[in-house]
């Protein structure tokens, strides 16, 4: 069973940097995609980044040259690095599993707050 906890989140100011963790509690860890979501006050879930089974990685254009997604197989671990963080950054980031489909998420942690300020 695939769960996940997210940590590392805070706050900071602006053109700072923050690193997210997500540990994977499941077995199937190596073989899942995963990615980072986030969550801004009345706003939906959005996609930030992603990183496959082989360790190819995607961004939405908002955080591309400025956010890393990277994974740890053996600690069974997805890191978001975030560097030179803007005010607009601040939301709940959630860490995504994608096991049985790849199109959406089919697991989800309970989401670490960060807050950038200006």
């Known amino acids: 069973q695939v769960q996940l906890a997210e940590s590392g989140g805070g706050l900071v100011q602006a053109g700072g940097s923050l690193r997210l963790s997500c540990v994977d509690s499941?077995?199937?860890?190596?073989?899942?995609?995963m990615a980072w979501y986030r969550q801004a006050p009345e706003t939906g879930r959005v996609f930030v980044a992603r990183i496959d089974a082989g360790g190819g990685t995607d961004y939405s254009a908002s955080v591309r040259g400025r956010f890393t997604i990277s994974r740890d197989t053996a600690k069974n671990t997805v890191y978001l690095q975030m560097n030179n963080l803007k005010p607009e950054d601040t939301a709940v980031y959630y860490c995504a599993a994608f096991q049985f489909t790849i199109s959406m998420p089919d697991h989800w942690g309970q989401g670490t707050q960060v807050t950038v300020s200006s």
């Open positions: 499941g077995r199937t860890f190596g073989r899942n995609d």
